[in-house]
């Protein structure tokens, strides 16, 4: 792993396979480190030709913490939108797709396949639309529009990003347990991830780095960006957009409305699949990137 210095800030980022292959970019979803795109995943990338660059999205794991600007209440981001003002958060998602233009920048390439999951679906979205010529391909995962008059997350999977943890410092046990129960939740009810697998994820996430205040902000920045179905429409690059029809988090009508307002966009759904990544559709997922790559080579 390293580090560079884009958009201001730092940011921590790794690479995988030969840089003599099409380079691809992975953006992560909210409050996620880039740890969290297991080896296996990464390898089928890998397999499948790409030069992989993953890196952690300001305020999570060791890239540039926000804690200085505190956590703006939800609530009063929706307020200012209703009122028509712009909300008064630290950053906006723009600023976090600057950031993965910026990591490009640093590796000295000019464009790359840009894939993002759930926020960094999102943040894939605007790379594409805000940075047409560095965008390859875009692959928009299990994420959304900002359209809100689409279906709500359930209850349960809301409570999943809205009831705090204890703290893994204080009872690392009791921290566990609330990820394991949070990821059962969310997960894919048809490939259920071993909770060993679980829990060592947690863990190894939470002694890289623990910020739980940056999670806060950067929902903020996803409450703030609002709507994006205007610049979805000036998306040119080709574009895949996968989505489990078990997601509770977000739910399918997310991913279809992404579909709908990106011309030419290739929609697929997948039976079972909840707001995870299973290991059971790794070679899946990374052929469905593969084959919108490949629309791009043409």
Known sequence: M????????????DTHGSETDPPLLLICGL???????????????????????SFDNR????????????????????ASLRRGEKPNVPYRLEDMAADAAGVLDALDISAAHIVGVSMGGMIAQLVAAD??????SLTSIMSTT????????RQEAMDTL????????????????HSVRSSRVIGSPAYPTPEA??????????????????FGRQMAAVTATGDRRAKLATITAPTLVLHGTDDPLVPIEGGRDTAANIRGAELVEIPGMGHDLPAALY????????????????
Not at 197 to 214: C, E, I, K, Q
Not at 283 to 296: E, K, L
């Open 2 to 13: 390293a580090q560079t210095r884009a958009n201001g800030i730092i940011i921590e980022y």
């Open 31 to 53: 409050g996620m480190q880039m740890i969290r795109w297991t080896p296996a995943f990464l390898q089928a990338l890998v397999d499948r030709g790409f030069f992989v660059i």
């Open 59 to 78: 305020d999570v794991g060791l890239s540039t913490a926000f804690n200085e600007a505190g956590v703006p209440a939800i609530a009063d981001v929706v």
């Open 131 to 136: 940075y047409p010529g560095r965008t390859l």
């Open 146 to 153: 900002g359209n809100h008059a689409l279906p709500p997350a």
């Open 162 to 177: 809205n009831n705090r943890p204890p703290s893994p410092f204080e009872d690392e046990e009791a921290f566990l347990a």
């Open 197 to 214: 697998d679980l829990r060592a994820s947690a863990l190894a996430a939470v002694r890289r780095s623990y910020n739980p205040t940056g």
């Open 283 to 298: 070679d899946r997922i990374a052929d469905a990137i593969a084959g919108v790559a490949s629309r791009a080579s043409r």
